[in-house]
């Protein structure tokens, strides 16, 4: 007789295990099995059958793999929890006996110290791996710096997230590893390249957050307290590897000046030698040592002449392009072209990460003060510019804050330009170094003034776009996601209307613009006809009721209109049989002329019965129905062929491709909404 299977010995029973037998099995809490399973990356289980995964009769909703728990039975950590709630128990104890020296003794001393170090070799053998994990962690890690200290999130790990996130963004820096940028409503999403692994984050907007109590951050804590452990390894494995010394020296005076970036110095390979020679500090360096002005480098300071004595940009975009790019010369990248209609659109060659990693270099920034100056400042650094300036309210760290600085080429502003009122000579300024220099908020001659999405625009487009696109009050072109490529079918608003919309909806459309111009043109018509006839009415002095008021105004008495005995029974008739019969010709007159028109095929109107008005009107419509009729034909054939197509597909492959067909219709109708509504907007601007 074969052997009785005991319940729950094999099969889910076996394999998941409840959150409540998991906390019974190891013996801790359960905020300490919340954090364990942070730490050691372990998360519920959704199993096939939670009757039978459940060996209890009530219904449990949170399952793990058992293999996980038995896993964490070996986990160091398990014991500093122990001896962590042992340490409380005392403590508790000798307050109430009333040592309070011993209590704050034994928390100053005796506390455990939770080390995460063999959690990161655990979870990550392969630094690569660190990397591809690295998306979350810089997330969380640049929330928490733009977090307001509470007793929820302390100061101090505000201030290591801050650190770890500069620290990163100076590698990112040294090497030119960031690749894109894009801002939305969210915050700036940055994309960098880290050997071969690409590494997208989320950067909140500089404003003050408010902190709500609908989010556990006991919760976030843990996984902060685990992230930077993990960015610290990452940090200190990118820094070596370039010969950098880790960490950089910190200059807290200068982070508390708002310094940021500048607050660090790197240290190895003699990168920190030259960057120390020309860094300034609010415009000024230590006694001895030349100005800024002075260390400008002759070729660029050259270079920055040429750009200033510049004509305006002129011409067409593309003209602009193949100048700026020189693609006419020897060393130009070839372009793959489109060959045909349904040909696959290939992805144009860039520069290299070399060349597009110095795409700023030449060039001297003043950020003024409406602009964010943290963002700006990472992005120009990191594609290689080594002069940018901003005012002295912005914070610590500026090459200079002097903003008529004649070495500086570009300006970004974010605010209109602003017309000074012109000073007579009794208010004009007495030296000539102040009469030089132009009013707050003025130009510079020779320095090119460009909104701040002139800088992403550059960086997600590998080149320098047209600065006068992007002058100070202008209508900025359309910001775009990078990483989003336009289908075939959908809108693109980079490329024009005419090359996006097919043959038949252009047709479409000019017909229904031609067709409502000329129903303007009869309904202004016929209110030019009705205007003579009101004219005359108001002219004669009739009323609503046809009754004649002109002797209304008279000075006589009125005795006379008492008098009139009103018109013999013979005029009156004669007068009424005269109407009638007029009103009858008319009425048959007006519709013997309205069936002839429709036997025409011409629309009759009063004002022009003949249909002479109408005649532009009908051929519009005729064009318009035969595009209609002929648009219906295709479409009719295509449904037809992909019926036939569908008769040769499985019934799970046809409830697939109609789920799919829908999708796409949707798409291509939304799509065309917008082309639609573009196709308005630039009819009306003419």
Same mark, same amino acid.
């Given at each position: 007789?074969? #052997?009785?299977?005991?319940?729950?010995?094999?099969?889910?029973?076996?394999?998941?295990?409840?959150?409540?037998?998991?906390?019974?099995?190891?013996?801790?809490?359960?905020?300490?099995?919340?954090?364990?399973?942070?730490?050691?990356?372990?998360?519920?289980?959704?199993?096939?059958?939670?009757?039978?995964?459940?060996?209890?009769?009530?219904?449990?909703?949170?399952?793990?793999?058992?293999?996980?728990?038995?896993?964490? *039975?070996?986990?160091?950590?398990?014991?500093?929890?122990?001896?962590?709630?042992?340490?409380?128990?005392?403590?508790?104890?000798?307050?109430?006996?009333?040592?309070?020296?011993?209590?704050?003794?034994?928390?100053?001393?005796?506390?455990?110290?939770?080390?995460?170090?063999?959690?990161?070799?655990?979870?990550?053998?392969?630094?690569?791996?660190?990397?591809? %994990?690295?998306?979350?962690?810089?997330?969380?890690?640049?929330?928490?710096?733009?977090?307001?200290?509470?007793?929820?999130?302390?100061?101090?790990?505000?201030?290591?997230?801050?650190?770890?996130?500069?620290?990163?963004?100076?590698?990112?820096?040294?090497?030119?590893? *960031?690749?894109?940028?894009?801002?939305?409503?969210?915050?700036?999403?940055?994309?960098?390249?880290?050997?071969?692994?690409?590494?997208?984050?989320?950067?909140?907007?500089?404003?003050?957050?408010?902190?709500?109590? %609908?989010?556990?951050?006991?919760?976030?804590?843990?996984?902060?307290?685990?992230?930077?452990?993990?960015?610290?390894?990452?940090?200190? &494995?990118?820094?070596?590897?370039?010969?950098?010394?880790?960490?950089?020296?910190? !200059?807290?005076?200068?982070?508390?000046?708002?310094?940021?970036?500048?607050?660090?110095?790197?240290?190895?390979?003699?990168?920190?030698?030259?960057?120390?020679?020309?860094?300034?500090?609010?415009?000024?360096? $230590?006694?001895?040592?030349?100005?800024?002005?002075?260390?400008?480098?002759?070729?660029?300071?050259?270079?920055?002449?040429?750009?200033?004595?510049?004509?305006?940009?002129?011409?067409?975009?593309?003209?602009?392009?193949?100048?700026?790019?020189?693609?006419?010369?020897?060393?130009?990248?070839?372009?793959?072209?489109?060959?045909?209609?349904?040909?696959?659109?290939?992805?144009?060659?860039?520069?290299?990460?070399?060349?597009?990693?110095?795409?700023?270099?030449?060039?001297?920034?003043?950020?003024?003060?409406?602009?964010?100056?943290?963002?700006?400042?990472?992005?120009?650094?990191?594609?290689?510019?080594?002069?940018?300036?901003?005012?002295?309210?912005?914070?610590?760290?500026?090459?200079?804050?002097?903003?008529?600085?004649?070495?500086?080429?570009?300006?970004?502003?974010? &605010?209109?330009?602003?017309?000074?009122?012109?000073?007579?000579?009794?208010?004009?300024?007495?030296?000539?170094?102040?009469?030089?220099?132009?009013? &707050?908020?003025?130009?510079?001659?020779?320095?090119?003034?460009?909104?701040?999405?002139?800088?992403?625009?550059?960086?997600?487009?590998? #080149?320098?776009?047209?600065?006068? *696109?992007?002058?100070?009050?202008?209508?900025?072109?359309?910001?775009?996601?990078?990483?989003?490529?336009?289908?075939?079918?959908?809108?693109?608003?980079?490329?024009? *209307?005419?090359?996006?919309?097919?043959?038949?909806?252009?047709?479409?459309?000019?017909?229904?613009?031609?067709?409502?111009?000329?129903?303007?043109?009869?309904?202004?018509?016929?209110?030019?006809?009705?205007?003579?006839?009101?004219?005359?009415?108001?002219?004669?002095?009739?009323?609503?009721?046809?009754?004649?008021?002109?002797?209304?105004?008279?000075?006589?008495?009125?005795?006379?209109? !008492?008098?009139?005995?009103?018109?013999?029974? $013979?005029?009156?008739?004669?007068?009424?049989?005269?109407?009638?019969?007029?009103?009858?010709?008319?009425?048959?007159?007006?519709?013997?002329?309205?069936?002839?028109?429709?036997?025409?095929?011409?629309?009759?109107?009063?004002?022009?019965?003949?249909?002479?008005?109408?005649?532009?009107?009908?051929?519009?419509?005729?064009?318009? !129905?035969?595009?209609?009729?002929?648009?219906?034909?295709?479409? #009719?054939?295509?449904?037809?062929?992909?019926?036939?197509?569908?008769?040769?597909?499985?019934?799970?492959?046809? #409830?697939?491709?109609?789920?799919?067909?829908?999708?796409?219709?949707?798409?291509? %109708?939304?799509?065309?909404?917008?082309?639609?509504?573009?196709?308005?907007?630039?009819?009306?601007?003419?």
């Amino acid at each position: 007789m074969a #052997k009785i299977k005991k319940k729950g010995t094999s099969g889910q029973a076996k394999n998941f295990i409840t959150r409540t037998q998991a906390v019974r099995k190891l013996q801790i809490s359960l905020p300490d099995f919340r954090r364990l399973c942070i730490y050691k990356g372990i998360y519920p289980r959704e199993p096939r059958n939670k009757k039978k995964a459940s060996k209890t009769s009530t219904a449990s909703t949170t399952f793990y793999y058992t293999k996980d728990i038995q896993y964490l *039975l070996h986990e160091p950590i398990v014991n500093k929890f122990r001896d962590h709630k042992a340490l409380a128990k005392k403590i508790a104890r000798s307050l109430g006996r009333g040592e309070v020296g011993d209590a704050a003794r034994l928390e100053k001393t005796a506390k455990p110290r939770i080390s995460l170090d063999h959690i990161i070799k655990e979870r990550y053998p392969t630094f690569v791996d660190a990397l591809r %994990d690295l998306d979350d962690a810089l997330s969380l890690l640049f929330l928490f710096a733009s977090l307001p200290s509470t007793s929820t999130v302390p100061p101090k790990t505000i201030s290591l997230c801050q650190r770890l996130c500069l620290e990163f963004e100076h590698y990112l820096i040294v090497t030119h590893s *960031l690749r894109k940028s894009f801002i939305s409503i969210k915050g700036i999403y940055y994309q960098a390249t880290i050997q071969g692994q690409d590494i997208l984050w989320l950067v909140p907007h500089k404003f003050v957050q408010r902190m709500t109590g %609908d989010v556990d951050f006991r919760i976030m804590g843990t996984f902060v307290e685990f992230y930077t452990t993990l960015l610290g390894f990452v940090n200190y &494995r990118l820094y070596t590897s370039i010969g950098l010394v880790y960490p950089p020296r910190f !200059d807290a005076k200068s982070d508390e000046k708002g310094g940021e970036l500048s607050a660090f110095t790197l240290e190895g390979n003699g990168i920190i030698k030259d960057a120390e020679a020309e860094r300034l500090t609010n415009g000024e360096m $230590d006694q001895g040592q030349p100005s800024g002005r002075e260390t400008v480098n002759a070729e660029l300071q050259r270079h920055a002449d040429e750009l200033a004595r510049a004509p305006e940009p002129t011409g067409s975009m593309e003209a602009e392009d193949q100048a700026m790019g020189d693609e006419s010369g020897a060393g130009a990248m070839d372009k793959f072209e489109v060959q045909g209609e349904g040909a696959d659109v290939l992805d144009q060659p860039r520069m290299s990460d070399t060349e597009a990693g110095l795409l700023f270099a030449p060039y001297s920034f003043f950020l003024s003060r409406e602009t964010p100056r943290q963002p700006l400042e990472f992005l120009l650094r990191a594609y290689g510019c080594k002069r940018i300036s901003w005012d002295e309210v912005l914070g610590d760290g500026a090459f200079t804050n002097d903003e008529y600085d004649p070495s500086i080429t570009h300006q970004v502003v974010d &605010r209109p330009p602003v017309l000074q009122p012109h000073l007579s000579d009794d208010f004009a300024p007495d030296h000539e170094a102040e009469a030089s220099r132009p009013a &707050r908020g003025g130009r510079m001659t020779g320095r090119t003034y460009i909104q701040p999405q002139w800088v992403w625009d550059c960086i997600n487009q590998g #080149k320098l776009l047209r600065p006068d *696109l992007y002058a100070p009050g202008a209508t900025l072109p359309p910001h775009l996601s990078p990483w989003v490529k336009p289908t075939k079918t959908a809108y693109d608003p980079t490329l024009p *209307l005419a090359e996006q919309e097919s043959m038949v909806e252009a047709e479409q459309a000019d017909l229904d613009e031609e067709e409502q111009q000329e129903l303007d043109q009869l309904a202004a018509a016929e209110e030019d006809d009705d205007e003579p006839a009101d004219h005359a009415e108001m002219l004669n002095g009739a009323d609503d009721h046809g009754m004649d008021v002109a002797g209304a105004d008279s000075d006589e008495p009125s005795d006379e209109a !008492d008098e009139f005995k009103g018109f013999g029974s $013979d005029d009156a008739a004669s007068l009424q049989d005269e109407a009638e019969e007029g009103m009858e010709g008319d009425s048959r007159g007006q519709h013997q002329k309205e069936l002839e028109a429709e036997a025409a095929g011409v629309l009759f109107t009063e004002s022009g019965g003949d249909g002479k008005a109408n005649r532009g009107a009908r051929a519009g419509k005729g064009k318009a !129905d035969d595009l209609r009729k002929e648009a219906a034909r295709r479409r #009719k054939e295509e449904e037809e062929e992909l019926e036939r197509r569908k008769m040769m597909m499985s019934k799970k492959k046809r #409830k697939l491709f109609d789920k799919m067909a829908y999708s796409n219709r949707q798409k291509d %109708d939304e799509a065309a909404k917008l082309r639609g509504k573009r196709r308005k907007l630039e009819r009306a601007k003419g």
